[in-house]
């Protein structure tokens, strides 16, 4: 059964929170997990953004967003 869409967060906004982006979008989180980033779970994700995660782990900010976009697109897909 498919889940009513909901909509995504914009991923080019730097003001988008990492807990906004878990919430809206759980799936984004394992490209977080595949880089040892500590991030889904620590109680800083409601002040951080996608570029203080990539600053924090010296992270091309570009290539990461891509990848988290892509694994957004596909969930809202199921």
Do not use: G, H, N, Y
């Given at each position: 059964m498919k889940r009513p869409p909901t909509?995504?967060?914009d991923l080019d906004d730097p003001?988008?929170?990492l807990s906004d982006l878990f919430r809206i979008c759980p799936a984004t989180?394992?490209?977080f997990l595949r880089r040892g980033m500590l991030c889904p779970g620590?109680?800083?994700t409601p002040f951080h953004t996608i570029t203080e995660a990539c600053q924090a782990y010296d992270l091309d900010e570009a290539a990461f967003r891509a990848e988290v976009s892509g694994l957004?697109?596909?969930a809202s897909q199921l």
């Open positions: 909509a995504l967060p003001d988008v929170t989180a394992a490209a620590c109680p800083i957004a697109r596909a």
